[in-house]
């Protein structure tokens, strides 16, 4: 039997069958391929090289992003990096539906828009402050008729901020909008995992409608169980913290260790300086301790 049929009845394809498949000319295949956004084929000799069947959706998918969504090469590939196979696709297909469904229009509930001097007034704050909250990427107000006008996420933010500080969250006793840089240290980390995890737990389960309703369901109603888990881990941070000292059990017992064996000695109280002063004289145990703050 010929090499080329025993090729063709394992779904293996020439480069001009595949270009003739995907309606793409055999140049820009090759240089998919040393793009990295395909991977390389079955070479079987130096001019002769043949093509799975799932190369045919991966080059379709690529003219799709090229010309139904306008990315570059660079957006392509890292959207495809790592794919191996239909489901990685079928995963990418999914974020693309997910993109175009939430950007771009307002997901809060208050969908009226507010101009820049209306926010001012109505949430109670000020233009530096804004301007701090559109520089942390927490607002993306737009611009019309050269004025900042804020709807839909941003109006919920400032309203929740207003409210922390009826709270007693306020700038008098030291709280400021920079404090929210922790929360979007690690919450920019956790939506990048939520994303991932919907879409790898979906992607071939259920109908692109289904996930996006799923995913509007979760933007809306999963915060309950975010904020007992929130609540679970302040607990839990809080009974580990001995008086006297801002640190956990773990971090303050390491951070000990480490002085105590620098200093070659022991003060023989956990958590205590065992460090001697300019003057010659030990330091007495807890000198050195913090406060809870």
């Known amino acids: 039997m010929p090499a080329s049929h025993t090729k063709a009845d394992k779904g293996l394809l020439r480069i001009s069958e595949l270009s003739a498949l995907t309606d793409v ?58 794919s191996d196979g239909n489901g990685r696709l079928a995963e990418a297909q999914v974020l693309l539906e997910l993109k175009g469904s939430f950007l771009g229009r307002p997901v809060g509930e208050r969908s009226q828009p507010l101009a820049e001097p209306e926010v001012i007034t109505q949430f109670n704050t000020y233009e530096l402050e804004l301007e701090k909250l559109r520089g942390m990427g927490i607002l993306n107000p737009s611009e019309t008729g050269g004025q900042r006008v804020y709807d839909g996420d941003d109006l919920d933010f400032l309203a929740a901020l207003e409210n922390n500080r009826r709270l007693g969250f306020r700038s008098e006793i030291g709280f400021q909008v920079d404090d929210l840089a922790i929360y979007l240290r690690f919450l920019e980390d956790l939506a990048r995992e939520e994303v991932k ?97």
């Open 25 to 82: 000319p055999a140049p820009s295949i090759k240089f998919y391929i040393k793009e990295g956004l395909l991977p390389p084929p079955l070479k079987t000799s130096r001019n002769m090289a043949y093509y799975d069947e799932s190369f045919v959706d991966r080059i379709r998918f690529i003219k799709e992003l090229q010309t139904q969504h306008f990315l570059p090469l660079r957006v392509i590939r890292e959207i495809l990096s790592g």
């Open 197 to 293: 995890l919907l879409i790898s737990r979906t992607a071939s389960k259920l109908s692109s409608e289904e996930i996006k309703q799923l995913a509007e369901r979760g933007i809306r109603e999963f915060g309950p169980l975010l904020m007992v888990l929130r609540r679970k881990m302040i607990l839990k941070v809080l009974s580990g913290l001995r008086p006297g000292s801002s640190e956990s059990p773990r971090q303050g017992s390491n951070g000990s260790r480490k002085r105590r064996k620098r200093n070659g000695r022991s003060s023989g109280v956990p958590g205590a300086a065992a460090a001697k002063t300019s003057g010659g004289d030990e330091e007495k145990p807890g000198a050195g301790s913090r406060g809870l703050s």
